[in-house]
């Protein structure tokens, strides 16, 4: 248990399109929304006078029996943020321990540090993966609730899956499991390496899923939680599921949903940019953690700070972190061009 977790960020300019050239700051799909989703969303419109639970509880079946579950299974919300959010604050309000990676993904911990949760925290292994052991080992009577990133942000690693599963199913008998899978579609499994099926066999384990990558509907706003029913229930009880989305963005998920030739197109560019980037770290000699996401990270020898200002000052947004004592660069994959520009700031900073 690292109880001096380091992991922060470096506060980056408040530079916002249309200033930057190249948007590689937020893992978003330079490429959504899918043309057809987009559509949906503007015919919505129409309908606005009226609250959308039809065509929620519409959208809840659709992903109830992709995801193999019952609707009762699905929380709705407008991005996994929310979804996050209101964990922490439903398992954290009396206290207790969050156990999950160093770093990870800081939503949900956050919330619940803020809401009088603490932090346990466990370094990753040397492959970037889960420290699963000593996680499983760290679980006691404090514990309200393990949180895995899977893949990780932002480190953009994945852990194995036939080990996380596993480790899922033995945790779950104590406490619940939070599998954040933001980026699952971008892996190189994709989503062969879900733990959504632990759901439907029971298990006290919750899945988070989003419409803000690979579906490229970040600004959006949508995402939903599989969990048993008696969680979904615990979180209604005190907030409204699936109230803060709007109809025209609920159209444009069912949408996207309904079609594959987006997504794949989206995850072949993303997989183009992430080998062209990978390549250039490599040859740069740059200590890179090999990435299944959108995004990459790599480890840069000045000041974050000061690195943002001169790569901000290029037109280029990207976002820096300090953990392990280190200092590092993430890049999101955007288009070609944007990567370029990227590459091309980097040469340029550090010549
Ligand atoms: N989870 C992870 C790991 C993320 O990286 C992000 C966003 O970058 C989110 C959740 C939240 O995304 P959203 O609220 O857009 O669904």
């Known amino acids: 248990f690292n109880s001096n977790h380091s992991f922060n960020e470096f506060t980056p300019p ?3 399109e249309p200033e930057l050239k190249a948007i590689l700051r937020a893992n978003e799909n330079p490429y959504g929304p899918p043309p057809l989703a987009a559509k949906a969303f503007q015919d919505e419109v129409f309908a606005g006078n009226r609250y959308a639970w039809k065509t929620l509880n519409n959208l809840i079946e659709i992903i109830a029996e992709k995801e193999n579950v019952k609707p009762e299974n699905i929380l709705m919300a407008p991005g996994s ?94 406490v619940p499991v939070f599998v954040d899978e933001a980026y699952i579609e971008l892996s190189d499994n994709g989503l062969t390496d879900s733990m ?16 803000s990558k690979i579906h490229g509907m970040a600004g959006l706003r ?31 998920a069912t949408t996207s949903l309904q079609g594959e030739d987006f997504l794949n197109m989206s995850k072949s560019k993303i997989a183009e940019a992430r080998a062209y980037t990978e390549n250039y770290l490599k040859q740069k000699k740059y200590n890179y953690l090999p990435s299944q996401t959108n995004f990459m990270i790599f480890e840069i020898d000045i000041d974050g700070q000061e690195f943002l200002k001169q790569i901000y000052s290029k037109q280029v947004g990207v976002r820096a972190f300090t953990f392990w004592g280190k200092n590092w660069c993430r890049v999101s994959m955007g288009t070609m061009d944007e990567m370029k520009l990227f590459t091309n700031a980097m040469d340029e900073i550090f010549a």
């Open 14 to 16: 408040n530079t916002f």
């Open 222 to 252: 949508i995402g939903y939680l599989v969990g048993k029913a008696e969680t979904i229930n615990k979180i209604n009880e005190i907030t409204r599921g699936g109230m803060g989305i709007t109809g025209p963005s609920i159209k444009a």
């Open 81 to 174: 943020s929310d979804i996050l959010e209101k964990v922490a604050m439903v398992f954290f309000q009396k206290g207790g321990d969050v156990i999950s990676a160093d770093p990870s993904y800081m939503s949900l911990i956050n919330v619940s540090q803020s809401v009088g949760g603490k932090w346990k925290s466990y370094k990753l292994l040397p492959d970037s993966q889960h420290d699963l052991k000593a996680m499983e080992a760290a679980v006691d009577v404090n514990t309200k609730l393990v949180y895995i990133c899977n893949p990780n942000n932002p480190t953009g690693s994945i852990t194995d899956s036939n080990k996380l599963k596993s480790f899922c199913s033995k945790v779950s008998e104590k």
């Open 196 to 211: 959504v099926s632990l759901v439907s066999e029971g298990k006290n384990v919750m899945v988070a899923r989003t419409f």
